[in-house]
């Protein structure tokens, strides 16, 4: 079976950090680029950070740059988000998605594999 699994959501104070995991299982992210996604009940999914799947192109919203770093360990199979500084307009769930487009790329439709999200809460 083809798919993701996030881990590493939680509660967490604003300025903390978390440092979220993106597993495949079931297929190679060696050709995918991966997006990490995020929504709130009533907005549309928003894109936060793109990697190629050489690491090579890597892209943030501006509303996470400078605070949030993604990453990928293709041995391991698995992709991250580590986001420092939070804070609480950070707080979504936040999905991971695997793409064959290798360039920056933030429209959903785009992606062929999602996970299930994990949810991220920053609060006092």
């Known amino acids: 079976q083809l798919q993701l699994v996030e881990s590493g959501g939680g509660l967490v104070q604003p300025g903390g950090s978390l440092r979220l995991s993106c597993a495949a299982s079931?297929?190679?992210?060696?050709?995918?680029?991966i997006g990490w996604f995020r929504q709130t009940p009533g907005k549309e999914r928003e894109g936060v950070s793109y990697i190629s799947n050489s690491g090579g192109v890597i892209n943030y919203a501006d509303s996470v740059k400078g605070r949030f770093t993604i990453s990928r360990d293709n041995a391991k199979n698995t992709v991250y988000l580590q986001m420092n500084s939070l804070k609480p307009e950070d707080t979504a769930i936040y999905y991971c998605?695997?793409?064959?487009?290798?360039?920056?790329?933030?429209?959903?439709?785009?992606?062929?594999?999602w996970g299930q999200g994990t949810q991220v809460t920053v609060s006092s």
């Open positions: 079931g297929f190679t992210l060696d050709y995918y680029g």
């Open positions: 998605a695997a793409t064959t487009y290798l360039s920056t790329t933030y429209y959903p439709m785009e992606y062929d594999y």
